[in-house]
């Protein structure tokens, strides 16, 4: 078998490692599940590999590409495992970790605890430094035995990491820079970085909390890094990882190592990028990704094959500002907690019961009726086993649960409370779908859902019926759908620069000099990645308000320079179409240009695999149940004698009416009555709605409800 023909994708979750392995010549794709070893994560990865290869019979030395997605960032930031940390600052600035803009995590609770800042206040160090950013007086440069008395301090008392961040150092970075190479030099065993290399723009606490979490996580990202690589030596890999990271895109090990603070919103970023290449080879460029777990559901809107962007995110009560996927969370899935509170009134999550001890029908001691427990009444779930028949359930364990949680106390019958479990349950993520769509201006009624995870596929159609959604895709491998993402991630950096102008008065050749520095430095990037020059493309964008406003929205902008007043009027135009669409007005005032941002990108090839398993030819026409239950479904009045199929024996091109109920080790699908549900080539089924079914209306979203 030749060489350099294979590309594996390698994601960490916290319960499980996922592994897919595409062989280009032929497009057939391995996969692999095992258990995650938290303690060193690379422990899993390593075994993953190895097994997967030898069940493939694919030799190390054929691997040309290894994505790898993991979470020790995030969950080394959320269970304070972090460096030990020291903070060099502006003098009279050490304290702005710990006042937060006094920000409170609840507004009316004053009492309500704020996460500890990550550098205690001895080890947040202030030095007689300042850059002046709107008066006409001289800088003053930080002195270099302040900042040896400082790291001699440091060094005393154990410190691993030191963040520096100065006052406007997006402005004047030499300050900052000068200082860390005294800090490398007098301190060269610490991880040491610059608010200026992290994030070079305006907002003092979000920059300096973005940096010194960095810090915090570098020496712990570092050496897990470390241990990665020299495990994918030891098994043979000639491919070096790449990182996945909050953007959607990958670097290189070595950046992943210097920047950790951008892989903390990597977790739900695979999948979104694994159902963004997906449903683009199906022909859908706007899509809503419905990831459902046990635990949470993400959602995320993408629009014309690109998921939008947020530029900050709180992890842990930390606020970190970078270009990261907008995904949001919400405590639903198929574990969430069914309760009735003393009024009266049925809850469902955000409480979950987890893997351990799980449902009430997993037999491992749950009492809680849960999700999963709805559907298991409602023979939506089989009634004896889940994976495919590797885990056996009871049903009546599920009964009971719902039966003393939720029927007896609200007098219901048993099917009437699973099925209001499963209403709650829908709302709540209705409500989700809802924030990043409608309320950003979006009509979810033009957008497909693409539904993975262990539970969307099961919860998805009831969903998209719900918000007058036309089409539902569900991959061929839903459960496994972050690591398949992980092959279609290009290599990808972003930079940003602050310059607060007016935009008249800063005229086209103003902002192209910024853009022309951005540029410099992202091309400067792409030589030091070794980026072939037909790989590369560079995005440009502009944050951007009117005078006045003290929060900016981002318009992008075509390739090339700005040449004239023409072109900025268009700038302006497009950033009064942008907040016409978020806010429902738009005056015609002076608007500002606030950060200038520049993505470097190396584009990929972009993967294509066939089905795997089963029949590959095209087969139109209804196939064959492999047998049938009785299912509830509200749309037929109650239950039904419902077809079951496995979904490795579905063929592309063929097609199921329903009420329906594909099976897969992963997960179950459910075809609703009135809908229709189509295998294509690529594997995938896509569901559909025959006209006027399902119950949204334009009035559904003028009222939010």
Not at 107 to 120: A, C, E, T
Not at 356 to 368: I, K
Not at 552 to 561: F, I, S
Request: charged share 25%; with cysteine; aromatic share 6%.
């Amino acid at each position: 078998m030749p060489s350099e023909n294979c590309l594996l994708g390698v994601d960490v979750g916290g319960t499980f490692t996922d592994l897919t392995l595409l062989r280009l010549p032929d497009g057939e794709v391995f996969h692999h599940k095992l258990p995650s070893t938290p303690a060193d994560s690379s422990e899993a990865v390593a075994a993953g590999i190895r097994e997967l290869l030898e069940a493939a019979a694919i030799p190390p030395s054929a691997i040309a590409y290894f994505g790898h997605g993991t979470t020790v960032a995030t969950n080394a930031l959320l269970e304070s495992r972090t460096a030990k940390t020291g903070l060099i600052t502006t003098e009279g600035f050490r304290d702005i970790i710990e006042i937060r803009r006094q920000r409170q995590p609840h507004n009316y609770d004053i009492r309500m605890p704020k996460p500890p800042p990550l550098v205690p206040r001895h080890l947040r160090r202030e030095v007689a430094e300042r850059t002046y950013l709107r008066e006409f007086r001289p800088s003053t440069a930080p002195g270099r035995k302040e900042v040896d008395a400082i790291l001699e301090d440091f060094r005393r008392e154990g410190v691993e990491a030191v963040a520096v961040c100065f006052l406007h150092s997006y402005e004047n970075p030499g300050h900052e820079e000068l200082a860390a190479s005294w800090v490398r030099e007098r301190f060269p065993e610490a991880f040491v970085c610059t608010s200026s290399e992290i994030l070079a723009e305006f907002r003092e606490y979000e920059r300096t909390s973005t940096t010194v979490i960095n810090a915090s996580l570098g020496p712990v990202m570092s050496q897990y890094l470390n241990r990665l690589e020299k495990r994918a030596e030891e098994l043979g890999l000639v491919a070096r990882p790449h990182i996945l990271q909050s953007n959607g895109g990958v670097i290189s090990a070595a950046e992943a190592g210097r920047r950790p603070v951008r892989l903390l919103a990597s977790g739900p970023a695979a999948g979104v990028i694994g159902a963004v290449h997906l449903s683009g080879q199906a022909g859908f460029e706007d899509v809503i990704t419905f990831d459902a777990g046990g635990t949470s559901t993400e959602v995320c809107l993408v629009e014309r094959g690109e998921p939008l962007l947020a530029q900050e995110k709180e992890v842990g009560g930390h606020p970190v500002r970078f270009p990261s996927i907008d995904v949001h969370s919400v405590g639903a899935g198929g574990g969430s907690i069914a309760r009735v509170d003393e009024g009266g009134f049925l809850h469902v999550g955000p409480e979950s019961a987890g893997a351990d001890p799980g449902p009430a029908c997993y037999g491992r001691g749950g009492a809680e009726a849960t999700v999963t427990d709805a559907n298991v009444v409602l023979g939506c779930l089989h009634p004896d086993h889940l994976l495919g028949g590797r885990m056996p359930i009871q049903a009546g364990l599920a009964r009971e649960a719902l039966e003393e949680k939720v029927a007896r106390p609200m007098g219901l019958s048993l099917e009437d409370a699973a099925l209001g479990v499963l209403t709650i349950l829908n709302e709540n993520l209705c409500k989700a779908i809802r924030v990043i769509s409608v309320e950003r201006g979006f009509d979810p009624r033009r957008f497909a859902l693409v539904a993975f995870g262990g539970a969307g596929p099961l919860l998805a159609a009831q969903l998209a019926g719900e918000l007058g959604l036309r089409t539902v895709l569900v991959p061929a491998a839903p459960g496994l759908l972050c690591a398949g993402g992980l092959l279609a991630a290009d290599i990808r950096r972003d930079f940003s620069l602050t310059r607060i102008m007016d935009l008249v008065e800063a005229g086209a050749n103003g902002l192209n000099d910024v853009f022309e520095k951005l540029e410099r430095d992202a091309l400067s990037w792409l030589d030091a990645e070794r980026i072939p020059r037909e790989q590369r493309a560079l995005l440009k964008g502009l944050d951007m308000r009117y005078l006045g406003q003290s929060h900016e929205l981002r318009v992008n902008l075509p390739e090339g320079a700005l040449k004239d007043g023409a072109d900025l009027a268009k700038l302006a135009d497009a950033f009064r179409a942008e907040h016409e669409k978020m806010y429902g007005y738009a005056p015609d005032s002076a608007v500002e240009v606030v950060t200038f941002r520049m993505s470097a990108l190396a584009r990929l090839p972009r993967p294509s695999w066939r089905v795997s398993g089963g029949a590959r030819s095209i087969s139109p026409g209804k196939p064959p149940p492999a047998g049938s239950r009785r299912a509830f479904f509200r749309e037929a009045g109650g239950f039904a004698d419902t077809p079951v199929y496995r979904r490795a024996d579905l063929p592309p091109g063929c097609i199921i009416d329903g009420p329906a109920i594909v099976e897969q080790i992963d997960t179950t699908t459910i075809v609703l009555p009135g809908q229709r549900a189509a295998s294509d080539k690529h594997g995938n089924l896509v569901l559909s709605f025959e006209e006027g079914a399902g119950r949204a209306s334009a009035d559904h979203f003028a009222d939010g409800a």
